[in-house]
Structures are given as structure tokens and as C-alpha cells.
């Protein structure tokens, strides 16, 4: 591993912050970061650091004073707030305390913030503060956990390092690890730093320099010795190439998705579902095809710190017959049914000797294995998933390391269940409530035109993942990078032409990989067209034929036999029009086509009711986009409705707004408002119509 630090970045963040924060805190932001970034020292708001300085009181006196890094905090892209502020002589005599449960931690620690409003800082604040050296860095080092997930750990790292390293068997992080660090320190103060078993590596320096240098020298020490002992990678007993593995992974993915979900019993809000995100590669199919891959793979995890991301063990799935979909979906459902009765078993062997009050999490795998597949990781968005996805790429790397130079042995189940269930724990995750539909994935397509584009923002702003879907092009792309602005991770662009029925099965299955399943299909891409019928173009209604029709009616399918395999339910919103009900002069192409889109997505709300899938339809008068997002509708059919009427395009717009009942202009929002209705299933509503359009009484359905 490199060494990073650089004298002049350095000097370069002490110039930034050292003014207002002081040197001592800039160079603790700096040399947190350069571990940050390296995801083989920490992952995901793991590990922790601090320095110990002064600060001036009110009364002008200085005081001695410690800043560690706030709990769930991310060492990459840290901020010196990041790290809180704690008044040091009111800590260190906490070391004499003979026992300290965690609320009781807790409330020292807050007790003694310098800012009353300051984060809570990391559960290892008080081995920070223990310990007497100036700058300490604690990292969950891959190669330290290579070196200590095995029976004869301690033997090993004693023989790699020396003298140079204190060693210290496994104890649950907290108050009780606190004391044994600072104990074990006394007895060899000279030590470079420390290796916490199956936990991580402790180094400490005068200098925030020393200090990180210190951690790269040991873990590159650790590194080069596994390199020695690793001569060769484990042979898969069979290969399977990473293309057959997506293929496979892109029918698999709604069904396990499905068996997933835990059932609420609450009909309008049924399931509470998962994000999936795939790991798919040579090396992980070749590991997980390795004769030793079961047993090796499907154990603890790597550090006490990754359990509340992954769970105590992964689930792992083999033998499936990816041919065979009834067959396929019985066999994940059995394995997780079981898995679930396993945690069950796992939870009540522990929960009566706990002094936590936790409730019981779900009984749901986190990581899922699966030979010729790859592995696939769950979580309640796709951040989230995505974090267990890099841990989970971690921890299999450094897995099989450890089987090609002996055996693994992750935590105890006791220690395990003593992490999971801790309230400290998981008090960092206790992020905002979730939005009504946070666990969703919807599918809009016409998603550059003003109503999509409407659509998919209000989907986004109520915590949905939106696959935006269009025809390919700048349009698309430009959409996807705006909204990637506001909402990260959560949106896509997938070119899709819903003429062609394959390019709509691709983009399902382009979705369905993004994020394992889709439970919303708003049916939005439309034409129209000017035309009377004296002097229509039989290639113009065709063109609109296709569009309107067959578009809705491939849509429709492949949303039917997707939501078969997901066995979630779900739900379809088909953009309809006032014009269903009253057609326009000039409009036979356009109304006539709506029609029969509007008649397919009602025989789909008859066809799909027993697999608890909503159909239903939104119908709105005209639309006028914003400068941003123009209603590609009104671009076609909008000048030559002035010319008509003798109007200019501000015209046409009070022309519109003037004939309704409430004199309102129709926007973009508000039908999205209407779709959001359906999407979270306000009333036990299919088949049926909300028109939006400010109240035109010969166009209300009846
Ligand atoms: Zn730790």
C-alpha cells in the first residue's frame, strides 16, 4: 500500500483550515482523508480517528481537549466537523470505572462535547482517549482481517510483526475494548500500533504523519506476506463466463426480488421491498464455483463493524435450475424460508441473556450467493445496497485470500448476535423515514417530454428509483444528468422505443439489472397528429397507431409476465386523455388511438387484478411545458392550433385555461400528482379514470 502523505497537500490544509480550526485539526482532516480514500483500509463509514489538542474556554484558559471522528461519519470527504470535540480531563478518568454499559458511555460522552449541538462521536471515542499518543488512526484494514479470521491469528501476527505490535484477542468495541487497549499499551508502550483480532489495526504518532505512516507500513507488511503465501488463485471446479451469469441474473433477479419482500398485511401498502445490486465478475464466479466456496464463503463477516450492513451470515443459493422458472422460484423461496428460520433460531438462542431491548430485524439475507450467478446484495435503496455490495466485494476477496493460505474463522455467534443487536449500532443508521415510495423502482416512459419528465421528478422527490425512458438521445441524457444532480444514484436513462417489442423487453431487463425489479410502469410515450379525416395520411395514423397502441399493448405485456415473476403485485398508471371522452375536430387520429390504448390498460386492470396489479389511467387536458422541458405533444400540434384559432402560444394557453370549470392551467406537476395517487395506492382503486383538467364536464368519464 502507498504511501500518499505529501508535504505540500499538507501545508495546503493547515492553510485552509487551520485559521479558524486550528493546525491540529486540519492535518487530523487531511490524513483521515488519505485513509478514507483507500477503500482497503476502511469501508463505508468505518474505522475512526482523533488528535488530541487544546481549546481556549470562555473565560480565556486553554483546555486540554480530544477530537474523534462522529459516529457514522465517512473518513473519505471529511470535514474537520466531522470530528467532535471532547473536553479530554473529564474522559481519561473514566478508565478507572470498573464497568460502563453504552448508555451509560453514551451519556459521558455527551455530556463532555465542547459543542452542545455536536455530533455523538464514535463508539471507540474512549479508546481515542485512553490512549496518550497525540494523533491515533484506527482502520478495519483488509489485510489485517486477512491475517486475523483465523484459528492461529494471534500466532501469525505475532510472528509477521514482531515486537513492533501489541496483539489483542477479540472484545466487543466500547467501553470494555477501551480499557483492555490502554491496558495492553502499558505493558509495551514502545509498540507501533495494535492488531484487534478479527477487528482491525490500532497505530498512533506524535505527528498525523507518524501516525498514518505507521498504518501503511503495517498493513503493507501484512500485504507482502500474504502475497508470499498466496502463490496461486483457487481453481473453480466449473467456469462461468460473466455474460451467461448476467443473463441468468436478469431473470433471477424479479423473482428473488419477490421472495424478498416481507409481506405487511397492509393491502394498500403490501410489501416492504428491497434494492438489489449485483457482483458480478470473473473473479467472484470463480470463487464462487471453487470446490471450497461454500464453506469458505458462506461464514461470519470480516469485522464486527460490516454485521449491520450484512447480517451474520450470507445466504447462499445453488444447485438452482435457471431454465425451469417454477421450479426456480419454489427453490429460492424454500432457501430463504429457511435462512429466515435459521436467523429466527439464531435470534432466540441469544436474545434472552441480552441486556438490549432491541426488537427482532427482518429475517432477510443481506448478501446471497449464488454459484454461476455471482453475488447479490439487498438493501432499502440503492445506496444502501450498494454499500453491502462493496463490502461484500471486499470480504470475498479477502476470503479467498485466507482459504489459499489456511482456513477461516470469522466471530463467534455470540459476538456476532452482541453486535447486531446493539442500540449504539444501529443508531447510525438511523437515517431519515423512509418516503412513501423509497423501496420502489418505476419504470415512465416519454420521459423527456414535460408530463414524463413531470413524473419522473415527483416519483424522485417521494424516494423512488425512476429507469426514465426514451428514445435514444441527448434529450435523455440531458434529462438523466439533471435529475442525477438532485436525486445521485436513484435515476436512469434507458433508451427505449416501445414500437419495438424486444427494445421494450431490453429495457425491462436494463432495469431489472439496475436495481432487481420493477414495481411501477407509467405509461406516458405519445404522438399526435393534425389532421381531418377528408384529408388524413393513412401513413400518419399508422405512425400514431404504433405509438399509441402497439406501444401501450407491448408495454403492457411485458409488464404483465414481469409482475408474474416478481409476485409482489404492482402497479400501472397509463397517461391517458380528456380526449378519450371528448374528441376534438381534427383529433381522429390522436383520440382514436388514446381510445384503444385507454380500452387495453382497462382490460389489463381485469386481466392483472388477481395478481395485485392496479391499472389505472390519468387523463389530462392540454399540457404546456416549461422552458425547460417542452411538451413534445404541443411542439407537434400546438402551431397549427394557433394558426386556427388565430392565436399566439400565450393565447392558446388562456384559450385552454379558459374553458374549464376552474379556469386553472393544467401543469406537468399536476399529473404527476394524479400518478403519484395510483403509486401509492391511496384507495383500492383499478380500472379507473382521474381526469385532470380543471373540470370539463363533457370529458368527466361516467
Ligand atoms: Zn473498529
Not at 48 to 73: L, M
Not at 497 to 520: N, Y
Not at 627 to 656: F, I, N, T
Amino acid at each position: 500500500m502507498k504511501n500518499r502523505w505529501s508535504e505540500s497537500e499538507a501545508s495546503e490544509y493547515i492553510a485552509k483550515f487551520g485559521e479558524i480550526q486550528g493546525k491540529d485539526l486540519a492535518l487530523r482532516t487531511y490524513a483521515s482523508r488519505l485513509i478514507g480514500e483507500e477503500s482497503a483500509l476502511v469501508l463505508h463509514g468505518g474505522g475512526n480517528t482523533s488528535v488530541k489538542s487544546s481549546v481556549t474556554d470562555v473565560f480565556g484558559e486553554q483546555q486540554p481537549a480530544i477530537f474523534v471522528k462522529a459516529s457514522g461519519h465517512d473518513l473519505a470527504g471529511i470535514e474537520p466537523e466531522g470530528h467532535t470535540g471532547l473536553a479530554l480531563d473529564d474522559l481519561q478518568p473514566l478508565r478507572s470505572v470498573p464497568e460502563l454499559p453504552d448508555a451509560a458511555m453514551v451519556n459521558e460522552l455527551r455530556t463532555h462535547l465542547l459543542g452542545a449541538g455536536a455530533a455523538t462521536p464514535s463508539i471507540e471515542a474512549l479508546l481515542h482517549a485512553f490512549l496518550p499518543q497525540k494523533f491515533i488512526d484506527h482502520t478495519h484494514a483488509d489485510a489485517i482481517l486477512a491475517l486475523t479470521n483465523r484459528p492461529d491469528g494471534a500466532q501469525l501476527v505475532a510472528e509477521i510483526f514482531g515486537d513492533e505490535v501489541i496483539v489483542l484477542e477479540y472484545i466487543l468495541p466500547g467501553f470494555d475494548l477501551s480499557r483492555a487497549v490502554a491496558d495492553a499499551f502499558d505493558q509495551k508502550p514502545q509498540a507501533k500500533g495494535m492488531v484487534l483480532m478479527k477487528h482491525g489495526l490500532l497505530t498512533w504518532g506524535e505527528t498525523a504523519q507518524q501516525s498514518y505512516v505507521a498504518t501503511i507500513e503495517l498493513v503493507s507488511q501484512a500485504e507482502g506476506w500474504l502475497k508470499k503465501v498466496v502463490s496461486q488463485a483457487l481453481k473453480p471446479k466449473e467456469t462461468t463466463s460473466p455474460k451467461l451469469a448476467l443473463q441468468r441474473y436478469r431473470k433471477l433477479a424479479p423473482v428473488l426480488r419477490g421472495c424478498l419482500a416481507i409481506p405487511t398485511q397492509n393491502a394498500d401498502s403490501p410489501y416492504r421491498r428491497f434494492i438489489l445490486q449485483p457482483l458480478i465478475g470473473q473473479p467472484v464466479l470463480d470463487l464462487l464455483g471453487s470446490k471450497q466456496g461454500r464453506e469458505m464463503l458462506q461464514s461470519p463477516p470480516l469485522t464486527s463493524d460490516h454485521l449491520i450492513r450484512t447480517k451474520p451470515l450470507p445466504l447462499w443459493l445453488n444447485d438452482l435450475q435457471f431454465d425451469d422458472a417454477d421450479r426456480l422460484r419454489e427453490q429460492i423461496a424454500a432457501a430463504i424460508a429457511e435462512y429466515a428460520k435459521q436467523y429466527d433460531a439464531y435470534y432466540w438462542r441469544h436474545a434472552e441473556e441480552s441486556d438490549e431491548k432491541l426488537e427482532r430485524f427482518d429475517a432477510m439475507p443481506r448478501t446471497i450467493l449464488i454459484p454461476g450467478v455471482g453475488a447479490v446484495c439487498v438493501g432499502r435503496d440503492k445506496k444502501d445496497a450498494g454499500i453491502v455490495r462493496d463490502i461484500a466485494a471486499h470480504t470475498l476477496a479477502a476470503k479467498a485470500v485466507i482459504a489459499a493460505s489456511g482456513s477461516y474463522e470469522g466471530l463467534s455467534e455470540k459476538h456476532l448476535f452482541e453486535m447486531e443487536y446493539r442500540g449504539l449500532q444501529h443508531d447510525k443508521l438511523a437515517a431519515a423515514a423512509e418516503k412513501p415510495l423509497h423501496r420502489s423502482v418505476a419504470l415512465v416512459t416519454g420521459a423527456c417530454g414535460a408530463i414524463g419528465s413531470g413524473i419522473c421528478h415527483e416519483l424522485l422527490a417521494n424516494g423512488c428509483h425512476v429507469a426514465a425512458t426514451d428514445l435514444l438521445g441527448d434529450q435523455l441524457e440531458s434529462l438523466a444528468a439533471e435529475f442525477s444532480q438532485e436525486f445521485s444514484e436513484r435515476i436512469i436513462a434507458v433508451p427505449l422505443d416501445v414500437t419495438d417489442e424486444a427494445a421494450v423487453e431490453e429495457g425491462f431487463a436494463q432495469v431489472i439489472e439496475a436495481w432487481g425489479g420493477i414495481d411501477l410502469i407509467v405509461i406516458n410515450a405519445g404522438l399526435a397528429h393534425v389532421s381531418s379525416l377528408a384529408d388524413m395520411e393513412t401513413a400518419a395514423f399508422r405512425k400514431l397507431e404504433q405509438v399509441n397502441v402497439e406501444g401501450t399493448l407491448h408495454m403492457l405485456s411485458a409488464a404483465a409476465r414481469h409482475f408474474k415473476a416478481q409476485g409482489t403485485g404492482g402497479d400501472i398508471v397509463l397517461i391517458s386523455t380528456k380526449n378519450v371522452f371528448a374528441p376534438g375536430a381534427k383529433f381522429g387520429a390522436y383520440s382514436a388511438t388514446k381510445a384503444a390504448s385507454h380500452q387495453l390498460a382497462r382490460i389489463a386492470s381485469l386481466e392483472l387484478a388477481e395478481f395485485d396489479v392496479r391499472v389505472n389511467m390519468v387523463a389530462p387536458d392540454g399540457v404546456f411545458g416549461d422552458a425547460k422541458h417542452k411538451s413534445g405533444l404541443w411542439a407537434e400540434v400546438g402551431p397549427d392550433r394557433m394558426r386556427a384559432r388565430g392565436l399566439d402560444e400565450q393565447g392558446l394557453e388562456e384559450y385552454y385555461r379558459g374553458r374549464n370549470l376552474l379556469k386553472q392551467r393544467i401543469t406537468a406537476e399536476h399529473v404527476a400528482k394524479a400518478v403519484m395517487f395510483f403509486a401509492t395506492r391511496q384507495t383500492p382503486t383499478t380500472g379507473a379514470t382521474i381526469p385532470v383538467d380543471g373540470g370539463l364536464p363533457d370529458a368527466t368519464p361516467r
